[in-house]
């Protein structure tokens, strides 16, 4: 390929009910570049969440000058990438208001509205949108999906805490004041949503996955094939990659299925074929829930590194968990969440909700580390990304507020000075979701919910 030839930004892999979209590549340029800024790379902006608040003394760092030599616990798994993070101690959740017995109602609805819901519409959704609907408004314009939101637990609670809607504890993406976005539960739906995948009728396996789940990329990879013969040598390396991610994910997913379909037989006494009679039933997967809660996640965090590699989307929220309702018993244990919070500093109970925090910041930190080894342009995908991982609690015990926890990954196209821990940041929930979305190139006519100011120690000096 000569210099001066590009490819459409748009361009895609196209098979039988199959699009896949293509990672940025050196010899692409972005539709909304100007003339003289062609190489322009997108902001992507992330969010994970993580109910019930953290050990604060086994999350929060010493001091300023340990952070990146000597991280706490609950941090350990960030340790490659902990100067691609920033931290800052001091950001205050939403005052609860006239909503004193309804803290679980509000950690989720207010994570990234940073407004409480209105008090005399209790048994309706009324709450301001949210930043990343905000932010999808503003950058989805560029992309095939506004925006992709996840979750790994069904958004069904039923609770009623201060009459409030229950929608309240299962959402945080609100696309209005009155309308909550769901989020996707199943793995293969992000999957044929990301790559504009059509299901074809009949012609499915025993095993109740077709054909064209199970090589979803052999319908593509002719034309991959004819693409790379015209590339240069780094771009060809990057399209490999990409297809070998796309393939892995894809069947990873497929075996969640496999193993699923595989134990719902034997609970209904009919043994597979695919194993001996000494050898022990499969265990029960469940999607969700399963044992291997950490395999389900890493499968969404994958969707999501997906999605921002080929500017699918450039705004993902993830659910890690909502209040309520799930144990990790990969962990060892079989406790709920919610009722291990309540530990009264008892010393066994401390630890395992330490356990349950630093497992959810490995997911976390699985994630980032992919985009840190992904190339895009003369850096990485997280060079060009804003990643929020954080709890609408301080303290899960007490339901303490004023001292969120928060971590930032990602530089966010510069904007962003990292490697650094902010131990006396003053300022609240709102402050930073607008910082962070002025740092993403969003335009903003107002600050978002309690918002007073922007966090100026957050951005890079220009």
């Known amino acids: 390929m000569s210099k001066n030839t590009t490819i459409d930004r748009r361009a895609c892999l196209k098979g039988a009910g199959t699009a896949l979209a293509l990672p940025l590549l050196d010899a692409m340029g972005w539709a909304e570049a100007s003339e003289t800024n062609a190489s322009k790379l997108p902001v992507r902006m992330g969010f994970m969440y993580m109910p019930h608040g953290v050990i604060m003394d086994q999350f929060w760092p010493t001091d300023a000058e340990s952070f990146l030599t000597s991280p706490p616990p609950a941090l350990d798994s960030l340790r490659p990438v902990l100067d691609q993070c920033l931290m800052m101690k001091g950001i205050a959740g939403v005052p609860n208001g006239p909503f004193k017995g309804a803290p679980h109602a509000l950690e989720l609805s207010t994570w990234l509205t940073a407004a409480l819901p209105a008090p005399d519409k209790r048994d309706e959704i009324s709450i301001s949108i949210s930043a990343d609907q905000i932010a999808a408004v503003a950058l989805g314009a560029f992309t095939t999906l506004p925006s992709l939101e996840l979750a790994t637990m069904p958004q069904t609670w039923k609770e009623n805490q201060a009459g409030l809607n229950e929608a309240y504890y299962s959402h945080c993406s609100f696309r209005s004041p009155t309308q909550a976005v769901p989020a ?22 025993s095993t109740g996955i077709s054909p064209l789940d199970r090589n979803m990329l052999d319908l593509v990879l002719g034309g991959a094939r004819d693409l790379r013969r015209t590339l240069p040598v780094a771009d060809q390396r990057k399209l490999d990659e990409y297809l070998g991610s796309v393939r892995s994910v894809e069947r990873r997913i497929a075996a969640i299925e496999l193993r699923q379909k595989e134990a719902a037989m034997e609970k209904a006494g009919v043994r597979s074929s695919r194993r001996n009679e000494s050898d022990s039933p499969p265990i029960e997967i469940k999607i969700p829930e399963g044992d291997r809660r950490s395999e389900y996640m890493q499968v969404m965090c994958d969707l999501n590194v997906l999605a921002f590699q080929t500017d699918t989307t450039r705004v993902c929220t993830y659910i890690g968990s909502t209040p309520n309702g799930v144990s990790y018993p990969e962990l060892g244990f079989n406790d709920q969440h919610h009722s291990t919070t309540h530990h009264n500093n008892d010393a066994t109970k401390v630890g395992k909700v330490a356990a349950i925090t630093a497992f959810n910041i490995e997911q976390f930190a699985y994630m980032v580390k992919k985009m840190h080894g992904l190339r895009e342009g003369d850096g990485t995908l997280l060079d060009n990304c804003i990643m929020m991982w954080g709890s609408g609690l301080e303290n899960g015990d007490r339901h303490t507020r004023e001292n969120l926890p928060f971590i930032i990954a990602g530089r966010g196209g510069g904007s962003i000075n990292t490697g650094r821990f902010l131990s006396d ?26 918002a007073t100011k922007q966090i100026k120690e957050i951005a890079a000096k220009s």
């Open 425 to 450: 940041v003053k300022g609240n929930q709102g402050d930073l979701l607008t910082t962070l979305l002025t740092c993403a190139g969003v335009p903003l006519d107002r600050p978002v919910g309690i």
């Open 184 to 205: 996707e539960t199943n793995p293969r739906n992000v999957l044929n949503r990301l790559f504009n995948k059509t299901e074809q009728s009949g012609g499915r396996t």
